[in-house]
């Protein structure tokens, strides 16, 4: 049940704002035009926006997910882009580098530029899922592929900006503060992409459910189990990243869940599909009506009404217990970057010299 009353606009971005300020929240936002004679004034005026940044988009997707109002979730990737372009020009006309060095500087703009790409190309959406199940299941495995991949080169081009950063110090004298635990934000990007591929195959499996497919239905059920077991091998290797566990819990509760609708609705939806069909040859048959086939024909339409009820008894019953579950998940989403996605703020803080 993951229509759009259910995963309604204000939550479908959620996931989606959760990747898009990874590395803008790396960005810059005034480096104003000017020469600087010390290293430590350059790095000061870069640390300074680099940590109001962070904390600033760090603050507001928690609000985001403590309101879950549509007009504060709703930021269009078409702002988001008008911002880093303007981040990106103001870099390029402003920020001279120091003693005429851009690296620092280049990279900013290239790890920028590849956020814009991203939310071009669709890659950093995680919400599409109406969409999604539209596909079959091979073409939903080649979007799963494609997005993890584009994930990972999101990273590696976040950790080639660190890597020059760290070269830049090294030029200077200067050492960049650096936390020594996992990247909080792309440990939360990970578990929203294991979170959005369980909920795409469900979503699949609701579609094939209202068109009375069995062979889909089994199909996406065997899929759910090869997903459940993937992302049970995932959270195994997550636990050890982060002493609070609460998201990778959430998304262990989920799957298990979304992979136990099978064994207990799986029966009755063959049953009722079967009497379905068997009700529909009777509709179009051409025999004449006689007392025994009138007969037989009110049987098949009690057995076909006992059997769907049965089946959409048990099946609403998941679907209301998954909506609690799903929304909880986001609290639970939400709660954690509040408690684990603290920066540091005291720009004085950034750099060390040695």
Sequence with gaps: MKNSSFKNISKNNLSSIFCLILLVGFAPT????????????????????????????????????????ASRSNATAGKIIEKLESINANLRNNNKGFENNT??????????????????????????????????LAEIG????????????????????????????TKYNINFKSSNGKNVLEYNAYQNILFYKINVIDQKLTTVIKARDKKGFTDCLNSITVMHQATMVKTTQYNDNFKDNTLNNANIKYSNFINGQKAKFANLF??????????????????????????????????YNAKKNSFYEVYNTIQSAK????????????????NNGEFENIHSKYVVSE
């Design 30 to 69: 005034s480096l104003y035009s000017q020469d600087y004679r010390y290293i430590n004034a350059y790095m000061d005026d870069f640390g300074k926006n680099e940590m109001f940044i962070k904390k600033s988009l760090m603050d507001y997707s928690v609000t985001i997910v403590e309101t879950q109002l």
């Design 103 to 136: 690296l620092l500087r280049d990279s900013f703009i290239k790890m920028n530029q590849k956020t814009i790409e991203s939310l071009l190309n669709g890659s950093l959406i995680l919400n599409d899922y109406d969409y999604q199940s539209t596909l079959s």
């Design 142 to 169: 080649v979007n799963f592929n494609q997005k993890e991949k584009d994930l990972a080169s999101y990273y590696d081009e976040m950790k080639s900006y660190e890597k020059n950063k760290k070269a830049f110090g």
């Design 270 to 303: 063959n049953e009722y599909v079967d009497e379905h069909n068997a009700l529909q040859v009777l509709k179009n048959s051409n025999a004449s009506q006689t007392n025994e086939t009138v007969a037989n024909y009110n049987k098949v339409v009690r057995n």
């Design 323 to 338: 909506k609690i579950l799903y929304d909880s998940w986001f609290v639970t989403n939400g709660t954690f970057l509040k």
